[in-house]
């Protein structure tokens, strides 16, 4: 039972990361510390996202007299696909070490331009790429006690362009440019497992990441109405944030495991700081590039054997949604996810596929000083599909 459904408690939500709080798209779960003996492990797959609603419009004004009605965004989700590698090497009956390769944060929200999208928020765009490489050791006591941790360095680049109606942009757009740049960070955790009911509850902290990025900022940003397209560079701080996560798994009956996790990420630390970004208001306040609530991410599952090479898992998910207005370049709050999963173990190899239906929270988007934004948009009926292979090699 151990060897069929061992790993289980994460099966699909590593196999195939979706649209999560902030811009997760998979929750960096160190299960190849626990597989038996040396191991090695491939993964990937794809998302198809669909985030769209309708703008509030535009009132009159001295430039639209007669104001615009609302309009349709358009889809402003791209899909994407993943990719992960695992090696984990046990160099005796107590001490083993892994090393995993992962894209744990990305972004790809584009507005479509009007006609075929809004003319609030047609042009803004956020794009974000991360790679991230984890060193690990772990020590297993005699008393089923583990403890393990190590380095994290995470490379990541972006870009963003703010422009539309709401951003008071007709031309030209806010367009920030941000480098290839490496991060160092690091994992520490403990764990306890009952190897007789193939038990395990784990403790994993990972730290926030400081990456400091060489920016280029263009646009009208220094006058701000002139027209004028301007240009200024320099290196700023980006941190990833950092997260706990707690998951555990147990038999419950002959050829039966549940399993489940609790995962918080401390989002509001999440901050991009450049030359424009933020920006003081004549209140005191200041309207930050993206703001994102700490989310809490909750999952549970069953995992089943079938038979001697078959077993299958239904896993629930669910995270609430936080605040009550969103950034354009964040535009969800919240989600509710099934994933369903066939295990096939033939030998020394298991091959895990999994498909996940997920309903993104609907959220008013907003644009102006933190906690007082004005809404200019309204997204809803948002999901996303999502599809993954793991394929894992015992030896």
């Not at 430039?63 to 992960?84: C, E, K, N």
């Not at 892994?98 to 507005?111: K, L, N, S, T, V």
């Not at 690091?186 to 990972?206: D, F, H, K, M, Q």
């Not at 998951?247 to 999440?270: M, Y």
């Amino acid at each position: 039972m151990k060897k069929i459904l061992s790993g289980s408690a994460v099966l699909l939500i590593t196999a195939s990361p979706l649209v999560a709080g902030g811009i997760e798209r998979a929750p960096q779960s160190l299960a190849v510390l626990f597989e038996q003996g040396n191991y090695a492990e491939l993964s990937f797959g794809g998302v198809d996202p669909t985030v769209e609603g309708t703008d509030v419009g535009v009132p009159p004004n001295p430039l639209f007299p007669s104001g615009i009605a609302p309009s349709p965004t358009g889809d402003v989700a791209q899909g994407y696909g993943f990719v992960g590698l695992s090696y984990k090497h046990q160099f005796n009956d107590n001490l083993s070490a892994a090393i995993i390769m992962e894209q744990p944060f990305g972004a790809d929200i584009r507005y479509p331009l009007a006609p075929a999208g809004s003319p609030v928020l047609g042009g803004t765009r956020v794009e974000v790429n991360s790679t991230t490489f984890t060193a690990l050791a772990r020590y297993k006591f005699e008393n089923n006690f583990s403890i393990h941790g190590g380095i994290r360095a995470s490379k990541a680049d972006g870009g963003v362009t703010l422009n539309g109606l709401g951003y008071n942009r007709i031309a030209p757009p806010y367009a920030l440019e941000i480098d290839d740049e490496w991060g160092m960070g690091y994992v520490l955790g403990a764990a306890y497992e009952i190897p007789e009911i193939a038990g395990r509850v784990s403790l994993t902290y990972n730290s926030s990441i400081d990456h400091d990025f060489d920016m280029t900022e263009t646009g009208d940003i220094i006058g701000g109405i002139d027209g004028i397209t301007d240009m200024i560079s320099g290196q700023y701080t980006v941190k990833t944030p950092r997260s706990w996560t707690l998951e555990g798994q147990t038999g419950i009956a002959q050829d039966t495991l549940v399993f489940g996790s609790i995962r918080w990420v401390k989002w509001s630390e999440f901050i991009v700081d450049n030359a424009v970004f933020p920006i003081a208001t004549p209140t005191g306040g200041t309207v930050p590039l993206v703001e994102v609530e700490d989310t809490t991410t909750y999952t549970i599952g069953i995992g089943r054997k079938l038979t001697d090479n078959w077993s299958a898992s239904l896993s629930f998910l669910y995270e609430p949604s936080e605040g009550d207005t969103v950034s354009p370049l964040a535009p969800t709050n919240g989600r509710k996810g099934v994933t369903l999963a066939g295990i096939y173990t033939m030998d020394n190899i298991k091959i895990t596929t999994g498909i996940n239906y997920t309903r993104l929270g609907g959220s008013d988007v907003g644009i102006g000083e933190s906690g007082n934004k004005t809404t200019v948009a309204t997204m809803e009926d948002n999901h996303a599909w999502g599809v993954g292979v793991r394929i894992g090699y015992s030896f």
